[in-house]
């Protein structure tokens, strides 16, 4: 996922949307729907790089941020089924600690609301260099289940500030997953867009 060219955003917008039918919820067209508008706000802004300089962090202050998380099969594997879901970030910036998670997942194949969360643990580097592109480090992890089947899910996430006003946090994730109906975990990648509340 690092290497594509491709907005992520745009990327969650195209994954939500394949394989839908007339059944899907509403609350799936949401997510549909917010991860177009992020796109249309901050795809450029992904595209040319326009991470928000170190400086211009704050340093006492504390900024929650909303958004959406789209996780797939890794980009070298065939097909799979995609889970789109809410993300939240709560960014405080006196500690440069991290807290949050997603939930509210649905399997874009067919609209099936998926059970579970996951929670988000991660920090902001401030010594990574001029910007903060990739200064958020972290791990997403916790159980993802729907009828039959459940997936632990651990993930490393790898995240960046846009704008010189850290109006939008970025990222991708790489990680597993291990399904209850397999014997060993498949390896897994999701990519996220979130705006400042």
């Not at 799936?28 to 729907?33: D, H, N, P, R, V």
């Not at 595209?47 to 900024?63: G, I």
């Not at 789209?70 to 807290?99: H, K, Q, R």
């Not at 903060?132 to 289940?145: K, Q, R, V």
């Amino acid at each position: 996922m690092k290497t594509k060219v491709i907005s992520a955003i745009a990327g969650l917008l195209v994954l939500a949307a394949c394989g839908g039918s007339s059944t899907t919820s509403a609350t799936l067209e949401s997510l549909q729907e917010e991860a177009g508008r992020l796109d249309t706000v901050y795809g450029t802004d992904i595209q040319n790089r326009n991470f928000t300089p170190l400086a211009d962090l704050p340093m006492s202050t504390t900024v929650n941020y909303r958004g959406v998380i789209g996780i797939g099969p890794a980009s070298y594997l065939p097909g799979g089924e995609i889970a789109v879901g809410n993300m939240t970030a709560n960014v405080n910036f006196s500690d440069n600690t991290i807290s949050g998670g997603a939930n509210s997942f649905f399997d874009s194949e067919d609209g099936t609301p998926l059970s579970g969360s996951l929670a988000l643990v991660a920090s902001i580097d401030r010594s990574v260099g001029i910007t903060a592109e990739n200064s958020i480090i972290g791990t997403l992890s916790g159980n993802l289940a729907d009828t039959g089947n459940n997936a632990d899910i651990n993930l490393v996430i790898h995240g960046s500030l846009l704008r010189s006003d850290y109006r939008a946090l970025h990222g991708y994730a790489d990680g597993t997953a291990q399904f209850s109906n397999q014997a060993g975990p498949t390896f897994i990648e999701a990519e996220f867009g979130l705006e400042r509340q």
